[in-house]
C-alpha cells in the first residue's frame, strides 16, 4: 500500500510570506496525481517537503501509512524511498547511461546489471546503457531519468516538470512513455506542472493549486467539464462565462436557456442569478441561413487558425464581452461575417 497522503501542510519563507496554507491531498496507490498551478502558488515548495529537502511548518506527509514528515518527525530524503526525476533529467554527464541508472541501487554487480537492463528495456532504451548523455537527445535523457528513479523501487516517484526542456514535438511522445513506464511498474507518481494539457492528458488525478490550498482535486475530466469555480475553469483550460438566472435546473443566458449540470441553489423554483461556465466546443457556430432551434446572431470579430480546430471570437448582443468558440475541421468564416451560436451539453452556475 503506497497511498500518498498529506494532510494540514503549512509552510512560510519568513512573516507575512506563507506559501502552504494548510493543504491537504491524497493519491491513491498506484494513481498519477498531477499537482498544476500557476507560478508562486507553492508546487515546488510542496514537492521539495515530500522530497525532504525542506522541512514544514505543520502537517503531515505519509506514504503507504509511513510518516515522512510530522510533528517531531522529518526523515532525511535518502530514508524516504522517493525516486526523483527532475527538470531536463540533470544526469551525470561522466558516467554511462547504465551507470547513471545503477547509481544508487543496493545489491551485487549481476543483480544490478539486470536491474538496468529491465528498467532500460522498460523506457525504450534497451541497447543504450554503454552510451554516454550526451549522446542522447532530450527526450532519451528524460526517459534515463525516469529509468534511474525507477530502478531502486521506490515508494513514491515525484516528476517536476520533467518535460519543460523539450520541443513540443517531443513532449506528448516522452509524456505516453513515461506514463506507460509508471503503469507498467504500478508505482505511485506526483507530477508538478504548470501545463494544463500535459496535466490533463497525462495525469489520473488532477489537483489545481492556488495560493497554497487545493482548489479542486479530481479526474481530468471532472476538473474540466465541473470546475469548482470561474477561476479553476479559466486556468485550466478555456472558458465562456456567462451571467444567467437559473430555476429548476436550467439557465436563462444572452446564449439561450442552458440545462445545468449538478446544478448548485438552481434545483428550487426561486430563480438564482450567478455565472454559467461553459467551454468553446460547446458552441456550435454556423452560418445565419443554418441557425437551428435556440440559436442566437452573432458577429464574426476574430479568427485565429490552428490547424486542428480555430478559435472564432464573436460578438453576441446582450453580453458585454466576447465569447470563443471552437470550431473543427474547414473554417469558413471571416471577421466582420454574420454567423449563429447555439450552446450545446450543459453548464455549470456559480454564484
Request: aromatic share 4%; glycine share 12%; hydrophobic share 45%.
Amino acid at each position: 500500500m503506497t497511498e500518498l497522503r498529506i494532510e494540514g501542510l503549512t509552510k512560510a519563507y519568513g512573516p507575512g510570506s506563507a506559501v502552504l496554507h494548510g493543504l491537504d491531498l491524497t493519491v491513491p496507490e498506484g494513481s498519477l496525481a498531477a499537482v498544476l498551478g500557476p507560478s508562486g502558488c507553492g508546487k515546488t515548495t510542496l514537492l521539495r517537503i515530500i522530497a525532504g529537502f525542506l522541512r514544514a511548518d505543520s502537517g503531515t506527509v505519509s506514504v503507504g501509512g509511513r510518516v515522512l514528515t510530522g510533528p517531531g518527525t522529518h526523515l532525511p530524503p535518502e530514508h524516504r524511498r522517493i525516486g526523483i526525476v527532475p527538470q531536463e533529467g540533470a544526469l551525470f554527464p561522466h558516467l554511462s547511461v547504465a551507470r547513471n541508472v545503477a547509481f544508487g541501487l543496493a545489491g551485487d554487480r549481476a543483480a544490478r546489471r539486470r536491474r538496468v537492463e529491465e528498467m532500460l528495456e522498460l523506457v525504450g532504451l534497451s541497447g543504450y546503457g554503454d552510451r554516454m548523455p550526451h549522446e542522447l537527445s532530450g527526450g532519451q535523457q528524460q526517459r534515463v531519468a525516469l529509468a534511474r528513479a525507477l530502478a531502486p523501487e521506490p515508494a513514491l516517484v515525484l516528476l517536476d516538470e520533467p518535460f519543460n526542456a523539450l520541443d513540443s514535438a517531443l513532449r506528448t511522445g516522452v509524456r505516453a512513455d513515461v506514463r506507460a513506464a509508471l503503469r507498467a511498474t504500478g508505482a505511485t507518481a506526483l507530477l508538478v506542472t504548470h501545463d494544463q494539457q500535459e496535466a490533463l492528458s497525462t495525469a489520473d488525478l488532477v489537483a489545481v493549486v492556488r495560493e497554497g490550498r487545493i482548489a479542486q482535486c479530481g479526474t481530468p475530466e471532472e476538473v474540466y467539464r465541473a470546475p469548482a469555480d470561474p477561476w479553476v475553469a479559466g486556468f485550466v483550460g478555456d472558458a465562456v462565462l456567462l451571467p444567467g438566472t437559473a430555476v429548476n435546473g436550467t439557465a436563462a443566458t444572452a446564449l439561450g436557456e442552458i440545462p445545468l449540470l449538478a446544478p448548485a441553489g438552481a434545483a428550487a423554483d426561486a430563480p438564482c442569478s450567478g455565472t454559467v461556465l461553459l467551454r468553446p466546443e460547446q458552441l456550435l457556430l454556423t452560418g445565419v441561413d443554418d441557425a437551428g432551434e435556440g440559436a442566437v446572431k452573432a458577429t464574426v470579430q476574430d479568427v485565429c487558425y490552428y490547424g486542428h480546430d480555430a478559435m472564432v471570437t464573436v460578438a453576441v448582443d446582450g453580453l458585454d464581452t466576447p465569447v470563443e468558440v471552437r470550431v473543427a475541421g474547414p473554417l469558413s468564416f471571416r471577421p466582420g461575417d454574420e454567423a449563429a451560436v447555439r450552446v450545446t451539453g450543459t453548464g455549470t452556475l456559480h454564484s
